[in-house]
């Protein structure tokens, strides 16, 4: 189904299965390549090179705008949060609105927790940040992406990624 456009018309966030209420705003993880300075004889200058796999830091998180019992947010270990949306996208063909399941699934660790504002008529807009070390994006209940750095996993697209590397280092 080739659907086109399209608009997040709800979401939910939960952390190892448990809804987080009064969520006001996300961050998803970002990916970006980790690189590699190549410089040197032959090389008129240096290329920072993206290596194939390879990830570098990269956070997600989200706003509340009433404060959560948070012992279990901003505990030691792997958090793991999930991040279901639903995205209303148009079938070209028929002009009919279809909607379609969004999915960011994180293994995390946390990072920090702001303080918040006290603004009257206004939420305390505190955020949650956490180290991610591994995720997974689905579409329309399709994995599309996954990377585990710790145990140097990385699939996107229904390929795996890496299987040069890990035939070459004798993983395969």
């Known amino acids: 189904m080739n659907l086109k456009g399209g608009a997040l018309t709800a979401f939910n966030v939960f952390a190892d299965g448990i809804k987080i209420t009064d969520v006001t705003d996300v961050k998803l993880p970002d990916r970006e390549a980790m690189t ?25 998180g989200f706003t509340v705008g009433t404060p959560v019992q948070n012992a279990f947010l901003t505990r030691p270990g792997y958090i793991n949060l999930a991040y279901k949306g639903n995205m209303q996208k148009i079938e070209p063909l028929t002009g009919i609105a279809v909607d379609v399941a969004v999915k960011i699934e994180a293994r995390c660790i946390f ?42 996993i990385y699939f996107e697209l229904g390929t795996t990624g890496n299987v040069a590397e890990k035939i070459n280092i004798g993983e395969l």
């Open 111 to 152: 990072k920090k927790k702001t303080g918040g504002n006290f603004k009257v008529g206004e939420g305390l807009g505190q955020e949650y940040t956490y180290e991610v070390v591994a995720w997974k994006e689905y579409n329309d209940n399709i994995m599309v992406f996954h990377v585990d750095k710790i145990n140097n």
């Open 36 to 60: 590699v300075t190549l410089n040197g004889t032959g090389i008129a200058g240096e290329v920072n090179m993206p290596l194939k796999g390879k990830f570098a830091s990269a956070e997600c």
